[in-house]
């Protein structure tokens, strides 16, 4: 069965690589009826925030990734807490040290450090000189009971190391270009890479689809798979994430966490839409999915080699796209809590929801809809440019006809606005420009914004009235 994993550190939020490289396993498992598993990577304790991993799983909440196994499902196979598991490593840790693949090293922090300089300052390939490796087995043994020790994985000498990636093809490595790499730490936690190896194959791992930033160390990790008589799994190692000038995507150049775009106003369905582009095309010209749709359409050998631009201005299109297409209902309740927060009075729900599907065909984000609608549950403000407008006798004119029009009226319609416009132009010889720009700056606040029928909709007939009142306060002649 097929069957991938997630497995983040606890160390903060949630990146957009994080997600991409989430996304893809979930979609394929789900594409090929296998199981998708959250582990979290906890062994270096050093680096872990507090809170991290329920902010981890409040994100995928907020975005509509579920897991089949793991920290959010508990049960028989949960939750997958690397440090939970500490005996599970130890037993293979004493197998590939007594197969002579691993071996203790007692080299103490200052010794490590002027070692690493010293090679570094010769051009040697490795920082670790494997001086504890000439040390005898009873010796060693008898060392690991009284002294601090970490445990080292023996690189071979002279060898070739080959894999095979999904998205890479054939993949050599010179074993002498690897590093004795340290797999357990003094602290008797393992590293990342013995602890990945062993619940990768426990938990039944087919496939893993992660960053390319993993494909130095999976030699390493191949190793210990040989070394421990296990099978890899296969691999596919996903393209950088940059940002427009071809740098890597980091929190130092803008927005990198999901929640952070989620807060900002962009949709979940945008961002599973936009990261699932980040590295593989559908192989025509296709760009709107949803997740079901990319569940179906998903293909692990479609994912490309070269690193994949995140756009903003493509992310803002799209997001965008979604707002306009997104059932009206859907888009009130996920802005909602944006408009009280600014002390919106939304209790006119009809009002409500022609405010923001006015509002919703012009902005990015749903964060930016109450600003595209404040004029109409705010007073007006005017500024000097404004007032030379509405002070012109055109303007008076126009605003002082159609005060009095209003005023024999209780209640409007398209045809009746149609009928005032025609009057208007034949009573006081103004239209066009001279005619609109006017009467949208006096019930809208801009000279550019919605056609009549729009502001009837949106303004109670009361509060026109009092915006064309006070429109005409501004002529002096």
């Not at 930033?213 to 996903?238: D, I």
């Not at 980040?278 to 760009?287: T, V």
Request: glycine fraction near 6%.
């Amino acid at each position: 069965m097929i069957k991938t994993r997630f497995a983040p550190s606890p160390t903060g939020y949630l990146h957009v690589g994080g997600l991409r490289t989430a996304l893809y396993n979930y979609l394929y498992a789900k594409k090929t009826g296998g199981s998708f598993v959250l582990r979290i990577e906890d062994t270096d304790q050093s680096r872990k925030v507090e809170g991290a991993v329920d902010n981890l799983l409040s994100t995928f909440n907020r975005i509509g990734i579920q897991f089949d196994e793991g920290p959010d499902q508990g049960g028989e196979n949960g939750p997958y807490f690397q440090s939970q598991r500490l005996d599970t490593y130890k037993k293979y840790i004493n197998e590939l040290i007594d197969s002579g693949n691993a071996y203790p090293c007692f080299c103490d922090t200052e010794r490590l450090k002027n070692v690493r300089q010293q090679r570094l300052t010769d051009k040697l390939n490795t920082p670790y000189d494997r001086h504890c490796l000439s040390l005898s087995r009873d010796e060693a043994m008898t060392r690991m009971s009284t002294e601090s020790h970490i445990i080292r994985l023996k690189s071979p000498a002279d060898e070739d190391i080959i894999f095979y990636d999904i998205v890479r093809d054939k993949v050599s490595i010179k074993s002498n270009d690897l590093d004795d790499q340290v797999i357990l730490k003094t602290d008797g936690f393992p590293t990342y890479h013995l602890a990945n190896v062993v619940d990768d194959h426990l938990m039944g791992i087919s496939h893993v689809i992660r960053g390319e930033e993993w494909l130095s160390s999976t030699p390493k990790h191949v190793l210990l798979y040989r070394f421990l008589g296990w099978s890899p799994p296969k691999f596919a190692h996903l393209p950088l994430l940059l940002n427009p000038d071809k740098s890597k995507l980091s929190k130092r150049q803008g927005d990198v966490a999901v929640e952070d775009f989620l807060d900002k106003g962009f949709l979940a369905e945008t961002m599973l839409n936009f990261v699932a582009l980040l590295g593989w095309n559908p192989g025509n010209d296709k760009e709107i999915f949803s997740l079901k749709n990319l569940e179906k359409e998903f293909s692990i050998k479609r994912i490309q080699k070269s690193g994949a631009v995140f756009d903003q201005d493509k992310l803002n299109w799209m997001n965008s796209l979604y707002l306009k297409n997104e059932s009206l209902e859907n888009i009130c309740k996920k802005v909602e809590s944006v408009f009280t927060s600014e002390n919106f009075d939304i209790s006119d729900n009809d009002k409500f929801r022609s405010a923001v599907d006015y509002a919703r065909k012009r902005v990015n984000t749903l964060n930016e809809l109450p600003d595209e609608v404040r004029m109409f549950y705010f007073d007006l403000k005017f500024n000097n440019e404004d007032g030379e407008i509405l002070s012109l006798k055109t303007s008076f004119s126009v605003c002082q006809f159609w005060l009095k029009e209003l005023d024999t009226q209780s209640s409007w319609n398209a045809d009746d606005l149609k009928s005032l416009l025609k009057r208007t132009i034949e009573e006081t010889g103004v239209k066009g420009k001279d005619l609109y720009s006017p009467l949208r700056l006096a019930l809208y606040g801009s000279v550019h914004g919605p056609d009549m029928p729009t502001l009837f909709n949106l303004l109670d007939l009361e509060t026109i009235k009092l915006r064309l009142k006070t429109s005409l306060e501004f002529h002096t002649g």
